[in-house]
């Protein structure tokens, strides 16, 4: 088998029992880390260091799976509150993130589902320019959901 040392430097083809005294001395463990090749090819390392850096490298990878940002307006929502978080949206597209836009509606405020069409409308022509309409405006419960990706190039 075809061992490296713990700094990474090769050690050369040895057998078993050498690479197992090799890693006795330098107080490692003796890990195979390619079994398919010819000859396998082992690593003298940490292997409890070596699992907790594995675990960690995966732990990372999945944590940030969607970059979809939220934003929520209600129908009775006031002109200076709508552009600011229409500048939030905005941002959020020009970053390269996915926006769901969402109106939430209480009590009486479900009969009128054409006020949230009419807000979630004027959010997608206020930022037409860095981001398009993925999902049209539905209602889902008492919200009514659009949602807005950004633009290539």
């Not at 970059?67 to 939030?88: L, T, W, Y």
Request: with cysteine; net charge positive.
């Amino acid at each position: 088998m075809r061992v490296i040392g713990p700094n990474g430097e090769q050690l050369g083809v040895m057998g078993v029992r050498d690479a197992l005294v090799k890693a006795a001395e330098a107080e490692l463990d003796l890990v195979e880390v390619a079994p398919t090749s010819v000859p396998p090819v082992c690593r003298i390392i940490d292997y409890g260091k070596y699992k907790y850096e594995q675990q960690k490298k995966s732990r990372g990878s999945h944590r940030r799976t969607s970059d979809i940002k939220g934003m929520r307006f209600s129908p009775k929502i006031g002109e200076h509150d709508f552009q600011v978080k229409a500048r939030h949206v905005y941002e959020f597209l020009h970053e390269g993130n996915k926006v769901r836009a969402s109106v939430w509606f209480r009590g009486r405020e479900m009969a009128y589902p054409r006020a949230g069409e009419h807000l979630l409308a004027r959010l997608a022509d206020i930022v037409a320019d860095v981001g398009i309409v993925e999902r049209p405006p539905l209602m889902e419960g008492r919200n009514m959901i659009m949602i807005l990706t950004p633009k290539k190039g």
